[in-house]
């Protein structure tokens, strides 16, 4: 791993819904060229970090840092805008509008972003090049799965956080994808939470657990499949 | 900026020569002139409307009243001794900003609710109108207001008519070139799914706030030609009734294309005048499109080709290059 520049510093994370404490005090770092993954049962917070960290909520208590600079309760362009970004549990593109709309919206407010010939190569890498024309939303579910990390790609993330990117996808589709992730881990910071263990073995240098809340563990793949609470907790039911 | 024009040149060609040729083959008759004069008009409110609700998503129901407020602060300044023409810029720009200032609150809410809040601003300001007696005279209006000055003379007939036609083919041209600009694009996207545009680092309420000032500019410019051209203000000529028909111009010709909000105020701001001797029928034949174009034609009547014609440019360029180098 190199040097061990943090992407982002999430510390002591507090996020409460009413009476529903969805972070219980959550600290989590990520390094520079580094993969963290995140796994846990339904409800545990996952949804609910990343969008502490990309500026969608602000937690009642906790601080997250970017590149050193305290960027907590900051609204989702200025996440942006520090390269941080995200895609969606539930796929989210511009349905009304063609894939070239949507790529071009994506790059309208990013003052980094890939020059013509970049998003060109880009768009041969993701095989969307022959669907420019067409609306977001009649693209088939991968498609639109690769649109969005395209449009995260054009404006050159720093960190891309994936909320289940394999989710909905058939067999050979989730093979295709762990092969675009692994490529793309190459390309820019990767955080991925996924209930596919095998795409978190595949993919993750490092594994956050969450278990109602709390930050259970982190540890290498090898080191959480080998833990007895994170079996019985968890992959009990959902190692498949 | 070339390019927005180029794409849009031939129908704003079109629209212009229409523009000025309607005035000049209907000089032979006043009444008729009136109207095509007030149908110029409304292409300006129109065109700021299209940009609110076809293009931001936002369906302010203040739009009147912002129109009202410059109307008043013009035939104020106006009375106070200014010329239209001095009078005309500080009434817009003072109705925008009043009109950004009043929005400000509402700008933070989404679709229904936003327009519920504009309904309740423009309630405000149209009692506002009925309550400042010294400024408005209340509910009987102000009557016979000044034409502008015009090389001299006082600017009216078929020369006021032509005058209206520059500022609604200048309208079309500032719609165009915002629209075309990224600008444009940002409302698109804010339009679409707001919160994902934020994501993708679109700062969503500056974006909202500055379509709402130029579109308060659109229809404060509309309101303060409207005052000297018409003759008469009053509380009523800027209620919410007018706002609702101008956003179904918009709606009814086709939300988000730039000539749609033309061809439904063709077709409907003649419409008032046209029914003025059947006063009862005119508010339910408004109803009636209202209801039918929510639920027959939620596109508009240039909707469905719109979005047809879209996916036709979209398949001769990626669409990517050019917008790369706009
Ligand atoms: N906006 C919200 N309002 C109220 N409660 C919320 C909100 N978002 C999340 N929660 C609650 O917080 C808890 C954590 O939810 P979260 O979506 O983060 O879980 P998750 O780990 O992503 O689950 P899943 O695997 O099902 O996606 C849940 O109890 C959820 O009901
Ligand atoms: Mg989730």
Redesign the interface.
Known sequence: MTGRVPLFEAEGIVMRFGGVVALRKVSVTQFEGETLGMIGPNGSGKTTFVNVV?G?LAPQEGRVRVAGAEVTGF???RM??AGI??TYQAV???????V??N????????PNRM??DE??ATLDWLQLGHR????AGSLTLFEQRRLEIL?RLV?RARLIMLDEPVGGLSATEVRAMLQVLGDLRRRTGLFVIEHAMKVIRELADSVVVMLAGEKLMQGTPAEILADKRVVDQYLGRAHA | MTDALRKHGRGLLVFAVAAYALPLLLAGNRYFAFIGGIALLHVVWTAGMSLLYGYAGLMPLMFAGIAGISAYAAVGLMAAGFAFWTALPVAALFAALVGVGLGLPALRLKGFYFTLCSLVIQTVITLAFVYFVNLTNGDTGISQIAPPAWFGGPLQGVGFDLVLATLAVGAMVALVLIVEAPFGRRLVAVREDDELAEMLGIDVVRQKLAAFFVGSLFAAVGGAFYAPYVGFVSPRSFDVLLSLNIWLMVAFGGRGTIWGAVVGTVLLAPLPFLLQDYYKVKDVIYGLLIIGVIVLLPGGILGGLGSRAAAGTGTQSPGLRRKEAA
Do not use: C, K, N, S
């Open positions: 990309t969608h609204r989702p362009h942006a805008a970004t995200r989210r593109v511009f349905r009304e509008l063609t070239a709309d790529i071009a919206t994506a790059t309208v407010d990013a020059d013509a998003i060109a420019l024309a067409v609306p449009m404006q």
